[in-house]
């Protein structure tokens, strides 16, 4: 089995700039949801679910907010907009492509109950409309999107992007790679390595089946 993985996990603080247009997507969708969809999705800045976060399925580790399954055509336009708001068009591609993966991962495993396409959840903390401070999240297999806006500047950490299988083995997508040019470099890196400095580098030939550190919020060094 091979899985790759894409971690940004510290902050990123971007330069001010005008959240207008989010703040009214994220209210266009949060005013469409009913009371019962709200009650799922929408929370006071301060709850600590905002701090949570995980790459594996949804029915593996429980996500706050509401599915992309339980809303409407025209709700799932707006999320979709608010990730192509927050998100660059590469970044934006990317997280289709991992979402539709799950399609072909239910193909390939048809009675694995953890393959749920569309289970993917979205989580409001504070009024877009009305606060200087607020967040959103976007989460599911292999996604974690979290992004903080104070004061019209944007953060967004922690940030994950994985894939299963690394490559797609048949089908009509079959040899692509969802998250190949950071493999790419990876594997550059390790070629423009001395032999001394791969000695160092490379501490266990075998890959691991998971991460290290799995979703702490700290971390220390780790032990060879």
Known sequence: MKIFFLLLFFPFCLAAQDNSAGSAIAMRFINSLDSVQKSKSVFPFAEMSRYDWHYLPATMVARQGIAMRELDSGQKRNIYALLNNYLSRKGYTRTQDIMNNEYLLKELEPHNENRIPENYFVAFYGNPGRDSTWGWKFSGHHIALNFT??????????????????VIKAGENKSRRIIKEEEDIGFELIHLLTKEQKSKAIFQLKAFTDIVTTNSAQVGPLKP
Do not use: D, H
């Open 149 to 166: 806006i104070v004061n019209n500047q944007l953060a967004f950490a922690p940030f994950f992007f994985g894939i299963y299988p690394v």
